[in-house]
């Protein structure tokens, strides 16, 4: 009923940028919070950043003033600016959202993007 669409993912040299977009589509009545992942091979997958429906942001201290999370409530996206890439940065980057569909809510995963980072 809800899928969640990653695009934005890619090869960066350390020092640039990427911005990536996740769009939610399917019978969403509200859409509570939205949050990035990442999951680096051999890891757990970490919290990157985070944003309420109200605008309230939260970001692991690995990020905090190089990544930059928002939303587009109209248009179901979530976004999540990066600069200042690091090779340490790269991870598949997943995004979550809390949504409700009818009474239910749960939260949905995209499916993932690659992020590479080369020095």
């Known amino acids: 009923q809800v899928q969640l669409v990653e695009s934005g993912g890619g090869l960066v040299q350390a020092g640039g940028s990427l911005r990536l977009s996740c769009a939610a589509s399917?019978?969403?009545?509200?859409?509570?919070?939205m949050a990035w992942y990442r999951q680096a091979p051999g890891t757990q997958r970490e919290l990157v950043a985070s944003?309420?429906?109200?605008?309230?942001?939260n970001y692991a201290d690995s990020v905090k003033d190089r990544f930059t999370i928002s939303g587009d409530n109209a248009n179901n996206t979530v976004y999540l600016q990066m600069n200042s890439l690091k090779p340490e940065d790269k991870a598949v980057y997943y995004c979550?959202?809390?949504?409700?569909?009818?009474?239910?809510?749960?939260?949905?995963w995209g499916q993932g993007t690659q992020v590479t980072v080369s020095p």
């Open positions: 979550d959202e809390d949504i409700q569909v009818g009474f239910v809510e749960r939260n949905y």
């Open positions: 399917g019978s969403i009545f509200r859409i509570y919070a």
């Open positions: 944003i309420t429906s109200g605008g309230s942001t």
